[in-house]
């Protein structure tokens, strides 16, 4: 399969948290990444490799694998969180990059 | 502190074509792979294609093989996207963004609208 599958939409509660997940075959093979959008930005990297933040990003924001599935996980999740959420990864035959179709999070 | 401006975009009658160019500063751009990625008004993110450190190696989305060609000059610090046989679904905002498989480092875009 050439497909990475999110679900369209996620809320939580301020302060609480929240996972947002990501299916495809080639996630057996490789980490996904973990992007968030918000709206009438560019997206902004969260989460690359096996779990790890770039410089700037708050450490409530951590990233997990297991099978074909990969997880965001926003613990304690803030107003500012809301947004879009894309994840990536090469497709299996390694030449071509996906994304995920995105999970709109809303912060109630 | 680095910096990807990307430029070309404007609107173009099916089939025409157009040249975008991204402008890169602040890191050594010939040590790194590059993408296109490509986002359709209220759709979400699509790949569009990938070219190596070198320029060796090149990858394109299914959607655009045979249609768009990428290219860098690294001593102008500049990556580029030729569109050629434009269709009214290429229509979105295309970003440049450093580092291959984990895109690190985004644009702001520049819109491409096909129309007539």
């Known amino acids: 399969s050439s497909e990475l599958t999110q679900d369209p939409a996620v809320s939580v509660a301020l302060g609480q948290t929240v996972r947002i997940t990501c299916q495809g075959d080639?996630?057996?093979?490789?980490?996904a990444s973990w992007y968030q959008q918000k709206p009438g930005q560019a997206p902004a990297l969260v989460i690359y490799?096996?779990?790890n933040r770039p410089s700037g990003i708050p450490d409530r924001f951590s990233g997990s694998s297991s099978g074909n599935t990969a997880s965001l996980t926003i613990t304690g999740a803030q107003a500012e969180d809301e947004a879009d959420y894309y994840c990536?990864?090469?497709?299996?035959?390694?030449?071509?990059?996906?994304f995920g179709g995105g999970t709109k999070l809303t912060v109630l | 502190e680095v910096h990807l401006v990307e430029s070309g975009g404007g609107l173009v009658q099916p089939g025409g074509s157009l040249r975008l160019s991204c402008a890169a500063s602040?890191?050594?751009?010939?040590?790194?792979?590059m993408n296109w990625v490509r986002q359709a008004p209220g759709k979400g993110l699509e790949w569009v294609s990938y070219?190596?450190?070198?320029?060796?190696?090149?990858y394109y989305a299914d959607s655009v093989k045979g249609r768009f060609t990428i290219s860098r000059d690294n001593a102008k610090n500049s990556l580029y996207l030729q569109m050629n046989s434009l269709r009214a679904e290429d229509t979105a905002v295309y970003y440049c963004?450093?580092?291959?498989?984990?895109?690190?480092?985004w644009g702001k875009g520049t819109t491409v609208t096909v129309s007539s």
């Open positions: 990536n990864s090469r497709d299996s035959s390694g030449n071509q990059l996906l």
């Open positions: 602040g890191f050594t751009f010939n040590t790194y792979e």
């Open positions: 490799g096996k779990n």
């Open positions: 963004a450093r580092r291959g498989w984990e895109p690190d480092v």
């Open positions: 080639s996630l057996r093979r490789y980490y």
């Open positions: 070219i190596s450190s070198s320029g060796s190696t090149i």
